[in-house]
């Protein structure tokens, strides 16, 4: 189980990586815009700052142009890179053939059946958009819930993603993903709970009551 930034923006990559429990980053498209650059030279840098995976979505939509893109993202650092595919028929085609070779994880599915299918192309991650899901669909979590049964016991991973809250990361988790991927101020709200302030600040109180004579 393991938690992955969800971002391209340096700073919060540079920042999230010293906490030292981030396992990796998750880019796509937009969010590689938001940093300004969305050429495989990002990605290169980004390789450079995170300490595991660093998965990059695909921007071609033809099966010829993914396999070169894909061959092209992935000479960058095989040792880190996971390709993101879209799930669409080409982008299914494209797993089976770059799955042998190059962990693959498949993107904005929306349904179990697409989950059996990417499963049996031979994606190493699936990837489920847990809040666009509820938004769109109606329940995001019954979402992954049935995607984390299709997959069963194979070998597939379950990475959810579009997490907007801490409770939805907590409820993806529940329902059975494996992994989580989430933006940078949800994983610093994560962290944090009124009540654990108000503990440190009696301790720290009554250490500091105990100490008043010396």
């Given at each position: 189980?393991?938690?992955?930034?969800?971002?391209?923006?340096?700073?919060?990559?540079?920042?999230?990586?010293?906490?030292?429990?981030?396992?990796?980053?998750?880019?796509?498209?937009?969010?590689?815009?938001?940093s300004?650059?969305?050429?495989?030279?990002?990605?290169?840098?980004?390789?450079?700052?995170?300490?595991?995976?660093v998965?990059?979505?695909?921007?071609?939509?033809?099966?010829?142009?993914?396999?070169?893109?894909?061959?092209?993202?992935f000479?960058?650092?095989?040792?880190?890179?996971?390709?993101?595919?879209?799930?669409?028929?080409?982008?299914l085609?494209?797993?089976?053939?770059l799955?042998?070779e190059?962990?693959?994880?498949?993107?904005?599915?929306?349904?179990?059946?697409?989950?059996?299918?990417?499963?049996?192309?031979?994606?190493?991650?699936?990837?489920?958009?847990?809040?666009r899901?509820?938004?769109?669909?109606?329940?995001?979590?019954?979402?992954?819930?049935?995607?984390?049964?299709v997959?069963?016991?194979s070998?597939?991973?379950?990475?959810?993603?579009?997490?907007?809250?801490?409770?939805?990361?907590?409820?993806?988790?529940?329902a059975?993903?494996d992994?989580?991927?989430v933006?940078?101020?949800?994983?610093?709200?994560?962290?944090?709970?009124?009540?654990?302030?108000?503990a440190?600040?009696?301790?720290?109180?009554?250490?500091?009551?105990?100490?008043?004579?010396?």
């Amino acid at each position: 189980m393991a938690i992955f930034l969800d971002s391209g923006i340096h700073s919060e990559v540079k920042e999230a990586m010293a906490w030292g429990f981030v396992a990796g980053i998750t880019t796509n498209p937009a969010l590689l815009a938001a940093s300004g650059d969305i050429s495989l030279n990002a990605l290169k840098k980004l390789c450079k700052m995170a300490l595991g995976h660093v998965f990059y979505q695909l921007m071609s939509s033809d099966l010829d142009s993914m396999i070169r893109e894909a061959q092209a993202a992935f000479s960058i650092n095989p040792s880190q890179i996971v390709l993101k595919v879209p799930c669409t028929l080409s982008g299914l085609q494209a797993v089976a053939r770059l799955s042998l070779e190059t962990p693959c994880a498949v993107t904005a599915l929306f349904s179990p059946a697409q989950a059996y299918l990417a499963r049996e192309a031979g994606a190493r991650y699936l990837i489920s958009y847990l809040n666009r899901s509820t938004r769109l669909l109606g329940d995001g979590v019954a979402l992954i819930r049935a995607v984390a049964a299709v997959l069963g016991t194979s070998s597939t991973e379950l990475v959810a993603a579009s997490i907007k809250t801490p409770a939805e990361a907590v409820a993806a988790l529940s329902a059975g993903a494996d992994h989580l991927a989430v933006p940078f101020e949800v994983i610093k709200r994560m962290s944090h709970h009124p009540l654990t302030l108000q503990a440190m600040e009696e301790f720290d109180l009554a250490a500091r009551s105990s100490t008043a004579g010396y």
